[in-house]
C-alpha cells in the first residue's frame, strides 16, 4: 500500500524515482533470498555436525556395551562352573551348598561371600525356591521367582545345555541384583536355577571399573571419557541400574540394546553438548538467527527510509509545483493590474483627475502586494538555504507596529476592511525591524485574504513578563485546533483554502515562525476572542516598558 501510494504521487518525470523504488524491492528481495540459502546452509552444517556428535555416542555406546557384556560372560562362567560342569544328577540339592562352590569373586573382587545378601536354588518344575543365608522380604522372593522362571529361556546354551545371567529389577523399594546359571536336562529342558543376590552397589563398581579402564573413543579424540561421555544403563522396565559419574545433558545420545547375559537391558550414551570442539573441527556451529535477523532489520529499515525519502521527495516535488503556480498566480494579477493601469494613463484614456489619481493608487497597491511577495520569497529562498540572518536592535515596538499596519492599509482598501490596533505604548524590544515587518505584512494578508470582506482587524501589543508579544485577530472562519500546528509547515495549506479561488503560496506562516525563532521568540494559533476567526500571536523575549514614556492603551498584564 505505500509503495502503491508513493508510485501514484510520483509525476512523469519523476521516473527515476519509480526505477529506484523498484530497485530498493529488488534489493530486499535479493537480501532475504541470500538470507534463506544462508539460514539453509548453516542449517545443513549444524545437522551434519549433529549427526557426527550422535555417531560419536554411538560409537562409544557399542564400545562400552561390548565391554559389559564380555565382562559379565568372562566372570559368570567361571563363578558357576563348579555347578554348569556337574551332571544333573550331581548338582547341588539345596541353597546350603552353594556358599562352597560358587565364586563370585570371579566377576567382581568385591564380591566377597560376606557381601551377598543370600543364596538360592529355585527348582525349575515345581516353581519351589530355597533360600540360604539372610532370609528375604515376601516381596523380594517372589521377584526373584518371577525372573528367574522368565529368564530361564533365555539363557539356554544349546552345547552346554546351560546358561548364565544377571537379573535386575526393582523388590521392596529397592533395587536388586540376582547373578545366577540355569541348569537343564539332556532335552533341553531347565532343571534348576542356581545363583545368589547381591547388594546394588557392587554392581555399580563393576560397571564403574568398566567404564574408567575402557578407552571408547578414539585416541585422536584426545578425551577422557567422563570429560565428554555420560553413560546410563536401564533394565528392561526402566529402572536406573547405573550412571557414569559426571551426568551432562543429553542432547547427543545413542542407545543399545545389552545381549545376554544382562538380556532386555538398555545402555544409552550421551556426549557433553560443549565437547563438540573437542570432537569435530569447529564444533557445532550456531544457527545464525540473530545476525540474519539483525541484518533483514537493517536492510529493512534502510529501504523503509529510502521509500519515506522518496515519498518525501515525491510531496515536496508536488508541494513546489503547487507553490511556483500559486507564486505564479499571485504574481500574476498585481503584474496585470499595474500594466492595465500604466497603459491607461499611458494612452491617456483617464476622464478625470479623480480617475488619474485612482489609477496610481491601484498601480501603487498593486506594486506593493508585488513587492510584498518578492520580499517573501527571498526570505524563504534564504531560510532553504539556512543562510537566514537578523539583526536584532533595540526597537520601539508600538512605532514599527503602527508603520507597518499604515502600510499595509493600502492593500486592504479594496475589501472595505478596517484595521484596529490595541497597542502598549513605551514597549520596546530586541528585535530587527525588516523582520518584524514582514511578520506583520504576512499576517495581516493572511487575515485579509481568508477574511470576509468588511471585516474588523485587531493588531494588538503588550507586555507578558519580559517578552513582547504581538497578535492579529480577523473574523474568517478560524482554524481547526488539530491543523493549528501544520499550518506552519512550508507549502502547506488547510484542504478548505486550496479547493477556493483564493491563491496563496503556502510559505506565509513559515517565513513568521522563521523569523520568530531567529529571535528566540515563538508563534501559536489560538480562537480569536468571541469564539469567530483565528488569533495568531508571536512573541519576542527580552522587552520592557521604557520608564520616560507615559504607557496607555493596554495594559502590562
Known amino acids: ?32 533470498s541470500l538470507a534463506w540459502a544462508a ?86 518344575k515345581t516353581g519351589e525356591i530355597d533360600i540360604a543365608g539372610r532370609v528375604p522380604e515376601a516381596a523380594v522372593r517372589t521377584w526373584l521367582q518371577a525372573r528367574i522362571r522368565s529368564t530361564a529361556l533365555a539363557v539356554v546354551d544349546r552345547e552346554n545345555m546351560s546358561g548364565v545371567a544377571v537379573a535386575t529389577g526393582k523388590a521392596a523399594g529397592e533395587v536388586r541384583i540376582a547373578y545366577f546359571a540355569v541348569l537343564n536336562d539332556r532335552s533341553q529342558v531347565p532343571v534348576a536355577a542356581y545363583g545368589f543376590v547381591a547388594r546394588h552397589g557392587l554392581f555399580e563398581d563393576l560397571l564403574d571399573r568398566i567404564w574408567s579402564s575402557a578407552q571408547l573413543l578414539p585416541h585422536a579424540a584426545n578425551a577422557a571419557n567422563d570429560s565428554v561421555l555420560f553413560a546410563r544403563v536401564l533394565d528392561s522396565s526402566g529402572v536406573p541400574l547405573y550412571a557414569s559419574p559426571m551426568p551432562y545433558d543429553t542432547v547427543y545420545e545413542a542407545e543399545r540394546l545389552l545381549a545376554e547375559p544382562m538380556a532386555g537391558a538398555r545402555l544409552r550414551m550421551a556426549v557433553r553438548p560443549d565437547a563438540a570442539e573437542a570432537l569435530i573441527v569447529g564444533g557445532v556451529p550456531e544457527l545464525p538467527f540473530a545476525r540474519l535477523a539483525g541484518l533483514l532489520t537493517v536492510t529493512l529499515l534502510l529501504i523503509v527510509s529510502g521509500l519515506y525519502l522518496i515519498r518525501r521527495e515525491a510531496d515536496l516535488s508536488r508541494l513546489r ?80 507596529v503602527r508603520e507597518a499596519v499604515q502600510g499595509f492599509a493600502v492593500l486592504s482598501r479594496s475589501r472595505d476592511i478596517e484595521i484596529r490596533t490595541e497597542l502598549l505604548e513605551g514597549l520596546a524590544a530586541p528585535v530587527d525591524r525588516g523582520a518584524l515587518r514582514q511578520i506583520l505584512l504576512n499576517l495581516l494578508d493572511n487575515a485579509v485574504k481568508y477574511g470576509p470582506l468588511q471585516q474588523r482587524i485587531t493588531v494588538g501589543l503588550a507586555l507578558f513578563d519580559d517578552t513582547a508579544r504581538i497578535w492579529v485577530d480577523d473574523e474568517g472562519p478560524g482554524i481547526p485546533a488539530d491543523q493549528r500546528e501544520k499550518v506552519f509547515g512550508r507549502f502547506v495549506r488547510l484542504a478548505r483554502d486550496a479547493e477556493s479561488p483564493v491563491g496563496g503560496s503556502g510559505i506565509g506562516l513559515a517565513i513568521v515562525r522563521e523569523l520568530a525563532l531567529l529571535h528566540g521568540g515563538r508563534v501559536w494559533i489560538e480562537d480569536a476572542p468571541g469564539g469567530r476567526g483565528a488569533r495568531v500571536v508571536v512573541e519576542f523575549p527580552g522587552a520592557y516598558v521604557r520608564p520616560d514614556v507615559a504607557t496607555g492603551g493596554w495594559a502590562v498584564a
Open 1 to 32: 500500500m505505500v509503495v502503491t501510494s508513493i508510485l501514484k504521487r510520483l509525476q512523469p518525470q519523476r521516473q527515476h524515482l519509480t526505477a529506484l523504488v523498484v530497485l530498493l524491492l529488488l534489493t530486499f528481495g535479493m537480501t532475504l
Open 39 to 124: 539460514w539453509d546452509a548453516a542449517h545443513d552444517a549444524r545437522a551434519q555436525a549433529e549427526d557426527t556428535m550422535t555417531g560419536w555416542a554411538a560409537l562409544a555406546a557399542t564400545g562400552l556395551k561390548t565391554r559389559i557384556e564380555i565382562a559379565f560372560v568372562n566372570g559368570l562362567y567361571p563363578t558357576f562352573q563348579n555347578v554348569l560342569l556337574r551332571p544333573v544328577e550331581a548338582a547341588p540339592k539345596t541353597a546350603a551348598e552353594l556358599p562352597g562352590l560358587l565364586i563370585p569373586q570371579a566377576i567382581s573382587p568385591t564380591l566377597a561371600h560376606d557381601s551377598i545378601d543370600f543364596w538360592f536354588r529355585q527348582d525349575m
Open 321 to 400: 509545483a503547487d507553490f511556483i503556480a500559486g507564486v505564479s498566480h499571485e504574481l500574476r494579477t498585481p503584474l496585470a493590474q499595474i500594466r492595465m493601469f500604466a497603459e491607461t494613463l499611458m494612452l491617456g484614456r483617464v476622464r478625470s483627475e479623480s480617475e488619474r489619481t485612482r489609477s496610481l493608487e491601484i498601480i501603487d497597491q498593486e506594486a506593493r502586494r508585488l513587492a510584498h511577495l518578492v520580499e517573501n520569497v527571498l526570505i524563504f529562498a534564504k531560510s532553504e538555504r539556512r543562510k537566514s540572518r537578523i539583526n536584532p536592535q533595540l526597537t520601539d515596538l508600538p512605532a514599527d
